[in-house]
């Protein structure tokens, strides 16, 4: 992931006109309400959808399928298509499945492992985590099998990039552990982020829960001692989850800034573990402490916000996405963990009236803004502001429908174990890639160029 510093609110943003019954639906559907009926939440989330598709280019002349438009890229489709397909599933509206398939299929590359070759000189592990947690939502909802001839089933496609990262678990450095990029000329290389670290934990949970094949388990189980043996994850009372480290000092200069969606993409993944262990007291253990931390650092007066910049409007186009995948695990934690969902559920009901109220903006009226704290909006736009607050409102429906599915009872996708394995990306280390003279040239200039693109504002990540 590598975002620019420049602003958004400097580009034009695509507004459409649309109605104003629109912004009306949204203030009202929240005012006072506990009882809140399927149908007006979807008409609501329906609206914040449109706003996101506004920034979509899939649709339109010349653009590319399953990609949004400048500033925004490759991850943050895979991010952006996480809160459709839950949407898709909880509001059973199939008005964009046939837009999601084709997003799909577009971007998972020659060997279905989510390293398409548009991106193979630029994807960091983390960028293929976050798609892989999508395709893995599409398995667990079990969406429309791939209607393309020869496509395996969304369930191989996730084993496919489950096997290509854990192909990747370097133990040179620090013990263990995910790179934070895939290719050695990509800035980044040395160092080991959470994020992609707790998607594979993620996946490997839920992989196993949904196939029932305990490997994924005792890899999640790995993982995830992994994180807490070098000091990402502290499972203190209110546990915190930092940003990662560096392997020139064997990861022990951790970077502690908190970011949502590292906290939530590892409450997730002990959420499925808790799940799939049967309700193990050590999982629930695990659980409620991060949770305690989730709620603590990113919660303030019972509304979420991102709080290492919210306040200081600094956050870049990647950290204003966060709030989405956070609530996304939200979600997961209080239907798995059922004990959770009375800590859960004011939050997050709270959260997606504050939402709902700061969708108000724009000239279309119901244009979502950053801060929920704000009262109406907050007068900043964008993907990241969408997406969160589709998902953040996507929690509202999630009790009233079926929890995440297994191959045992509900899904129904097909799946290949060795997915991904025989793939070139699989393992840069074991595969050394072969970079001729030629390429290395082109790998060079490429990572002048991120790192021209770094200097403008993805120095949070390193530093
Ligand atoms: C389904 O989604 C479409 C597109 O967002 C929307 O126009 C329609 O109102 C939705 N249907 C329902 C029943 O919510
Ligand atoms: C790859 O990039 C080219 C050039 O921008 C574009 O035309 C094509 O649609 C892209 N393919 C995918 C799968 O993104
Ligand atoms: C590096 O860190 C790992 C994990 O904390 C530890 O097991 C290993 O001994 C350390 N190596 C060195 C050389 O300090
Ligand atoms: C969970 O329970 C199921 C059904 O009783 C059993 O098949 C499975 O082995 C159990 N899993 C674990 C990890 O205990
Ligand atoms: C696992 O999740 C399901 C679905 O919400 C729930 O019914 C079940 O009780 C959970 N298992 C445990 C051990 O809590
Ligand atoms: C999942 O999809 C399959 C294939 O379309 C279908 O047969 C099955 O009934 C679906 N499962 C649920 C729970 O709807
Ligand atoms: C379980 O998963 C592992 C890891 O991908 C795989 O090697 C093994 O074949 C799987 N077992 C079954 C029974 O599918
Ligand atoms: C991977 O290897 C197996 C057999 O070794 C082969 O059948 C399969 O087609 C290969 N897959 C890819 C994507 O190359």
Same mark, same amino acid.
């Given at each position: 992931?590598?975002?620019?510093?420049?602003?958004?609110?400097?580009?034009?943003?695509?507004?459409?006109?649309?109605?104003?019954?629109?912004?009306?639906?949204?203030?009202?559907?929240?005012?006072?309400?506990?009882?809140?009926?399927?149908?007006?939440?979807?008409?609501?989330?329906?609206?914040?959808?449109?706003?996101?598709?506004?920034?979509?280019?899939?649709?339109?002349?010349?653009?590319?399928?399953?990609?949004?438009?400048?500033?925004?890229?490759?991850?943050?489709?895979?991010?952006?298509?996480?809160?459709?397909?839950?949407?898709?599933?909880?509001?059973?509206?199939?008005?964009?499945?046939?837009?999601?398939?084709?997003?799909?299929?577009?971007?998972?590359?020659?060997?279905?492992?989510?390293?398409?070759?548009?991106?193979?000189?630029?994807?960091?592990?983390?960028?293929?985590?976050?798609?892989?947690?999508?395709?893995?939502?599409?398995?667990?909802?079990?969406?429309?099998?791939?209607?393309?001839?020869?496509?395996?089933?969304?369930?191989?496609?996730?084993?496919?990039?489950?096997?290509?990262?854990?192909?990747?678990?370097?133990?040179?450095?620090?013990?263990?552990?995910?790179?934070? !990029?895939? #290719?050695? $000329?990509?800035?980044?290389?040395? /160092?080991?982020?959470?994020?992609?670290? %707790?998607?594979? &934990?993620?996946? +490997?949970?839920?992989?196993?829960?949904?196939?029932?094949?305990?490997?994924?388990?005792?890899?999640?189980? !790995?993982? #995830?001692? $992994?994180?807490?043996?070098?000091? /990402?994850?502290?499972?203190?009372?209110? %546990?915190?989850? &930092?940003?990662? +480290?560096?392997?020139?000092?064997?990861?022990?200069?951790?970077?502690?800034?908190?970011?949502?969606?590292?906290?939530?993409?590892?409450?997730?993944?002990?959420?499925?573990?808790?799940?799939?262990?049967?309700?193990?007291?050590?999982?629930?253990?695990?659980?409620?402490?991060?949770?305690?931390?989730?709620?603590?650092?990113?919660?303030?007066?019972?509304?979420?916000?991102?709080?290492?910049?919210?306040?200081?409007?600094?956050?870049?186009?990647?950290?204003?996405?966060?709030?989405?995948?956070?609530?996304?695990?939200?979600?997961?934690?209080?239907?798995?963990?059922?004990?959770?969902?009375?800590?859960?559920?004011?939050?997050?009901?709270?959260?997606?009236?504050?939402?709902?109220?700061?969708?108000?903006?724009?000239?279309?009226?119901?244009?979502?803004?950053?801060?929920?704290?704000?009262?109406?909006?907050?007068?900043?736009?964008?993907?990241?502001?969408?997406?969160?607050?589709?998902?953040?409102?996507?929690?509202?429906?999630?009790?009233?429908?079926?929890?995440?599915?297994?191959?045992?009872?509900?899904?129904?996708?097909?799946?290949?174990?060795?997915?991904?394995?025989?793939?070139?990306?699989?393992?840069?280390?074991?595969?050394?890639?072969?970079?001729?003279?030629?390429?290395?040239?082109?790998?060079?200039?490429?990572?002048?160029?991120?790192?021209?693109?770094?200097?403008?504002?993805?120095?949070?990540?390193?530093?």
């Amino acid at each position: 992931m590598r975002a620019k510093l420049s602003s958004i609110t400097s580009t034009g943003a695509p507004f459409t006109t649309l109605t104003t019954l629109a912004s009306l639906t949204l203030f009202t559907l929240f005012t006072g309400a506990s009882a809140l009926s399927l149908d007006p939440v979807c008409s609501a989330t329906a609206l914040v959808t449109d706003g996101l598709l506004d920034y979509y280019s899939g649709t339109r002349y010349g653009g590319t399928v399953g990609m949004f438009q400048p500033p925004y890229y490759w991850w943050h489709a895979g991010e952006a298509f996480g809160g459709m397909i839950e949407n898709w599933f909880l509001c059973q509206n199939s008005t964009y499945e046939t837009l999601l398939m084709d997003a799909f299929i577009a971007q998972t590359g020659n060997n279905y492992d989510y390293i398409p070759e548009n991106q193979t000189m630029v994807e960091g592990n983390d960028d293929q985590g976050i798609w892989g947690l999508t395709i893995m939502d599409a398995v667990e909802r079990n969406f429309t099998k791939p209607t393309k001839d020869g496509v395996p089933g969304w369930l191989a496609m996730s084993q496919a990039v489950f096997n290509t990262m854990w192909a990747r678990w370097d133990t040179q450095h620090c013990g263990g552990g995910l790179r934070w !990029q895939i #290719f050695t $000329w990509n800035s980044g290389y040395n /160092y080991k982020n959470t994020i992609s670290n %707790a998607c594979l &934990f993620n996946l +490997a949970a839920r992989l196993g829960r949904y196939t029932g094949n305990s490997t994924y388990l005792d890899v999640a189980d !790995q993982v #995830f001692d $992994w994180m807490v043996s070098v000091g /990402y994850v502290v499972l203190g009372d209110t %546990a915190n989850v &930092f940003d990662g +480290a560096n392997i020139e000092d064997n990861c022990t200069t951790i970077t502690t800034f908190e970011w949502s969606y590292n906290h939530g993409v590892v409450l997730g993944g002990t959420a499925f573990m808790y799940n799939a262990t049967n309700g193990s007291s050590v999982w629930e253990d695990r659980v409620n402490r991060i949770l305690k931390g989730a709620t603590t650092y990113f919660f303030r007066d019972s509304i979420m916000f991102e709080s290492a910049c919210q306040d200081t409007g600094k956050c870049n186009n990647d950290q204003r996405t966060f709030k989405a995948i956070f609530s996304r695990m939200l979600s997961f934690t209080a239907v798995l963990v059922p004990s959770t969902a009375s800590t859960i559920d004011p939050l997050m009901q709270s959260s997606a009236q504050a939402a709902a109220q700061s969708c108000s903006g724009g000239t279309d009226g119901h244009t979502c803004g950053l801060n929920w704290q704000h009262s109406g909006w907050d007068g900043m736009y964008g993907l990241g502001e969408q997406m969160s607050a589709l998902e953040v409102m996507n929690y509202l429906l999630v009790h009233d429908r079926p929890a995440p599915y297994t191959a045992a009872a509900g899904g129904s996708s097909v799946g290949d174990a060795s997915a991904g394995l025989n793939s070139t990306a699989t393992n840069v280390f074991a595969n050394s890639l072969n970079i001729r003279g030629k390429d290395k040239a082109g790998a060079a200039i490429v990572t002048t160029v991120i790192l021209g693109t770094l200097a403008g504002g993805s120095i949070w990540m390193l530093f």
